[in-house]
């Protein structure tokens, strides 16, 4: 065994070096190819009769109608617009060129260059070159904390749009999360567990929720099916609280159930304007709890108390919860920001500032929306209202899109009601990007922006939303090609038409042009080596 493991690096290092040296000579070998091509079209000149095919090949094009040459360009045209059409619409969709990602993962092993693994695959860059996997605390998708009620808002949603505001990964990530939470020991299932296991698994509404009446049949004590029954069932907050009610009642000691259920409890109060109580039973449940500070419900606390208004109880958590050795997330660093801005924006005039500078408090605000801005560069436009919100999914990526829909979702109302913090923020936000580095490899406050967040929410958030990318991706070169292309072509369709004899004498003009570097390469070769050698060539 250490024989094997000792000549492996071995083995690797020289199929490296082979593969370097073959991707480093291909460059030379295509140019002494070229020369060699050149070399046997000379040679061959006489006996192929190469001239003779020349000038009958001159002659039959110059019989060529113009009608020939604009049907030529024309669908040439024609067929780079549709490799145009096609390139732009598979870019929109998976933000990448079609052309230029086949060539990448066919063409690249046979120059030499890096294969594609396995291990890379969401997390390759748009020209096909293997991007470092981003950790898993950069590509981790989180609960929604404020995550709405399926039957009480999303299907209401749904009855009045015709739309499905989840995604089938979203709500698949939630059944997972559900059978982990509520029935993770596997070993020890009683019956009417089982069936909840099956019903969390099911795709369909309604045979979720008939898989909940049936463990209620089983055991009229089983907890998870009322809060089955409550998420997705019940069509109003007021029935979904009194189910989860229910389930507290039944919950016992099961510790995971008794912190989902009083969460969504204080959830319910919070939607039906009992803030107060709501924030009490938060605050007791952290207190009761403080080992599960992963399921960020201080969140569900920041934002019920900035509808209170309790901005010095908002500053207390910020203070608890904004350290550099916690994660951060969009509603920590935005409402650190919202609360440095109302400090200074009901008297902020930008004129004013730009003649006297900023004070010290309005550069602290400044800052605080550069640090949010550069944690999560989706949530201005949602905040100033440039883009339209939609329902927010039950996960989030932090740093994607998808935080920023669930962040101003909720938090929207608090900045409107800070006079002149959105003034503010529409006066400095863009700012951020030029204090970025670029390339970015490198980022300022926090760790670079991962690559992955694209492709994480258009899993997470629905069809007809439109994601927000950042950064945004240049076009790829074969969709600027095809375009260029295309418009040339018609171009030279529509004059070939107009205009045809002008064009047929530009036509000689630019080939005569074009050939005349090999006549001279020729003449020079014929006035370089002796006629004999050439004939003797020839002969063999």
């Not at 596997?186 to 069936?195: F, G, H, M, S, Y």
């Not at 939607?271 to 009490?280: D, F, H, M, N, Y």
């Not at 608090?414 to 390339?439: Q, V």
């Amino acid at each position: 065994m250490e024989d094997t493991t000792g000549s492996n690096p071995q083995s690797l290092g020289f199929t490296e070096k082979l593969k370097s040296w073959l991707s480093w000579s291909w460059t030379y070998v295509c140019f002494i190819w070229f020369g060699m091509v050149l070399i046997m079209i000379y040679v061959l000149w006489s006996p192929l009769k190469l001239q003779e095919s020349l000038t009958s090949a001159s002659v039959f094009l110059n019989t060529l109608t113009p009608k020939f040459y604009v049907a030529l360009t024309g669908t040439s045209s024609l067929i780079s617009g549709l490799i145009l059409i096609f390139e732009w619409w598979y870019f929109r969709k998976y933000g990448t060129s079609f052309i230029e990602q086949v060539s990448v993962s066919h063409l690249r092993p046979l120059l030499g260059g890096v294969e594609s693994s396995s291990t890379t695959g969401l997390f390759s860059s748009v020209n096909g070159e293997a991007e470092p996997r981003p950790s898993v605390s950069e590509c981790k998708v989180w609960r929604n904390p404020l995550n709405l009620f399926r039957g009480a808002e999303y299907n209401r949603y749904t009855w009045v749009t015709g739309k499905e505001p989840l995604t089938y990964y979203d709500m698949n990530l939630s059944a997972q999360d559900h059978q982990t939470f509520f029935t993770g020991d596997t070993q020890q299932l009683r019956p009417e567990d089982a069936v909840m296991q099956k019903a969390w698994r099911e795709r369909n509404p309604q045979a979720r929720i008939r898989a909940a009446y049936q463990a209620i049949e089983i055991n009229h004590e089983c907890a998870a099916a009322y809060v089955l029954l409550a998420e997705e069932e019940a069509t109003t907050i007021t029935e979904a609280e009194r189910l989860f009610k229910k389930a507290l009642s039944i919950a016992g000691k099961d510790i995971n159930l008794l912190v989902y259920i009083k969460r969504r409890l204080a959830m319910c109060a919070r939607k039906l304007g009992r803030i107060k109580e709501a924030v009490k039973m938060m605050r007791d449940l952290m207190k009761e709890f403080p080992l599960l500070g992963m399921l960020n419900i201080h969140e569900n606390l920041l934002e019920a108390l900035l509808e209170l208004q309790a901005y010095a109880d908002v500053q207390a958590v910020l203070a608890k919860y904004d350290d550099i050795s916690l994660p951060k997330s969009a509603t920590i660093c935005y409402t650190s920001a919202l609360l440095k801005a109302r400090a200074v924006s009901d008297k902020f005039s930008p004129e004013a500032a730009s003649r006297r500078g900023l004070s010290t408090a309005e550069m602290n605000a400044v800052e605080a929306i550069h640090r949010a801005v550069e944690f999560n560069p989706h949530v201005p436009k949602y905040l100033l209202e440039m883009k339209s919100l939609i329902l927010p999914p039950e996960h989030i990526l932090k740093r994607g899109d998808s935080e920023a829909v669930a962040y101003a979702f909720f938090h929207l109302q608090h900045w409107k009601r800070a006079e002149g913090a959105l003034n503010l923020l529409h006066c400095t936000w863009e700012g951020t990007f030029r204090i970025i580095p670029y390339p970015l490899e490198k980022g300022h406050l926090f760790y670079p922006y991962p690559g992955c967040t694209e492709t994480a929410d258009r899993e997470l958030l629905p069809s007809f939303h439109e994601v927000s990318v950042y950064p945004k991706k240049e076009l790829p070169f074969f969709i600027l090609f095809t375009a260029g292309l295309c418009s040339f072509t018609a171009m030279l369709a529509m004059l070939t038409h107009q205009f045809p004899e002008l064009m047929g004498v530009f036509a000689k003009a630019f080939f005569s042009t074009l050939f005349a570097p090999l006549g001279f390469f020729a003449d020079k070769m014929e006035s370089f080596m002796p006629s004999s050698f050439w004939h003797q060539l020839t002969r063999i």
